[in-house]
């Protein structure tokens, strides 16, 4: 669950998460315009916005910023890789194919340099 899950339950109301068009944070351009995220809150699309929206000094003046109530951090995981013996190190990344690509042609290579020197 997140954060947002149980503010709901408490305080009793429902909310719809919703993404901005161009799937960016945005914020004011040259044409007047407001892109993004910033965009979103700006044109009333949402009441409010939250996440990683950096202030800057142009989005500070399309929308206000507060001062941040609760971070939740993100976390990925994944397993260790396990440990290669190091006599399959240098053979591990090429598959069978290339194996038996690379022998042929350190075979043939010599009798076809001999050839075009000849």
């Known amino acids: 669950k997140s954060i947002f899950d149980v503010f709901s339950k408490v305080l009793n109301f429902t909310y719809r998460v919703i993404s901005p068009p161009d799937g960016a944070f945005g914020g004011p351009r040259p044409d007047g315009t407001v892109s993004g995220v910033m965009g979103v809150t ?21 929308v206000d910023f507060t001062t941040p109530t609760f971070v939740e951090g993100l976390l990925l995981v994944q ?21 038996i690509l690379i022998i042929i042609s350190i075979i043939l290579i010599g009798p076809i340099l001999s050839l075009l020197n000849w």
Do not use: C, I
């Open 42 to 62: 700006h044109r009333h699309e949402s009441h409010f916005s939250m996440g990683g929206n950096h202030l800057t000094l142009s989005r500070d003046t399309v």
């Open 79 to 99: 397993q260790a890789p396990k440990e290669q013996s190091k006599t399959t190190t240098v053979a591990a990344p090429f598959t069978y194919t290339v194996w």
